[in-house]
């Protein structure tokens, strides 16, 4: 990684590809895409490049890659939400529904049916970044 015009640029080593142009029919719309993930500890975002029609579906596309890949695991919060849901209505004695809002404050849900898989999984919000990879930056990635 690196920062370049006060941007956290990665190389080719650092981002893992999570599909393929080859995927989408050849007139389809998709772009490249990064999507940065916190793991929920240190300084440094994990970093994920996906082709998609949209930035959402690169997020999916991103989560769904990740599912399959335990080494990269820590970028889910699933089961980080399960015990602050648990924490906060047991423990805090909040309600279903202000536990809910609390954790939909810090985290994203993403679900959806995406390649086959059936994906529901959280992320932390904080740090999350979807932008198209620019070819200046990413032409190595096809």
């Known amino acids: 990684m690196q920062m370049e015009n006060g941007r956290l640029v990665y190389e080719r080593g650092d981002c893992p590809l999570v599909n393929k142009r080859s995927d989408f029919a050849e007139n389809s719309t998709c772009k490249r895409y990064i999507v940065k993930l916190w793991t929920g500890s240190g300084y440094t975002l994990s970093g994920f490049l996906a082709w998609a029609s949209s930035p959402e579906w690169a997020l ?9 890949h335990d080494e ?3 970028c889910l919060a699933t089961e980080e939400v399960g015990r602050l849901h648990q924490d906060l209505t047991d423990t805090d004695g909040k309600s279903e529904d202000e536990a809910d809002d609390i954790i939909d404050e ?10 086959g898989a059936d994906i529901n999984e959280y992320i932390r919000t904080e740090n999350l970044a979807i932008m198209e990879a620019d070819p200046a930056h990413y032409d190595w990635y096809s």
Not at 60 to 68: E, Q
Not at 106 to 115: E, R
């Open 72 to 74: 990269y695991k820590n």
């Open 106 to 115: 810090a985290y994203t849900f993403v679900s959806c049916l995406y390649d």
């Open 60 to 68: 999916i596309a991103t989560v769904a890659w990740i599912v399959d």
